[in-house]
């Protein structure tokens, strides 16, 4: 089993930032990889990020290529998600994930274990 409590989410203006983190219990393993996703009323829950335990390899959706850094804290068992130059796009309440058996895996249904998620409101 493994526990995600994501914080860090908020109300921002449009070209501000905000640091998400995911703080993980449990059976994390170096082959795990760790991905947030994002998810706005009425739409899909869409891939933002993911990084493997260890080598800490990334991966990025278009969308966010640029703008968001996923990074993880080993001691810490801890992943974050630095969003720069926000848009109003970028709204949605984030989640946190876990995959110990797909690598980098950017499908919501590759992931096992999912956090409650956090709320990010971008103002225009």
């Known amino acids: 089993q493994v526990q995600l409590v994501e914080s860090g989410g908020g109300l921002v203006q449009a070209g501000g930032s905000l640091r998400l983190s995911c703080a993980a219990s449990?059976?994390?393993?170096?082959?795990?990889?760790m991905g947030w996703f994002r998810q706005a009323p009425g739409k899909e829950r869409e891939f933002v990020a993911a990084i493997r335990w260890s080598g800490g390899y990334t991966y990025y959706s278009d969308s966010v290529k640029g703008r968001f850094t996923i990074s993880r804290d080993n001691a810490k068992n801890t992943v974050y998600l630095q969003m720069n130059s926000l848009k109003p796009e970028d709204t949605a309440n984030y989640y946190c994930?876990?995959?110990?058996?797909?690598?980098?895996?950017?499908?919501?249904?590759?992931?096992?274990?999912w956090g409650q998620g956090t709320q990010v409101t971008v103002s225009s």
């Open positions: 449990g059976r994390i393993f170096s082959s795990s990889t």
């Open positions: 994930a876990v995959s110990n058996f797909i690598s980098m895996a950017t499908m919501p249904e590759n992931y096992s274990y």
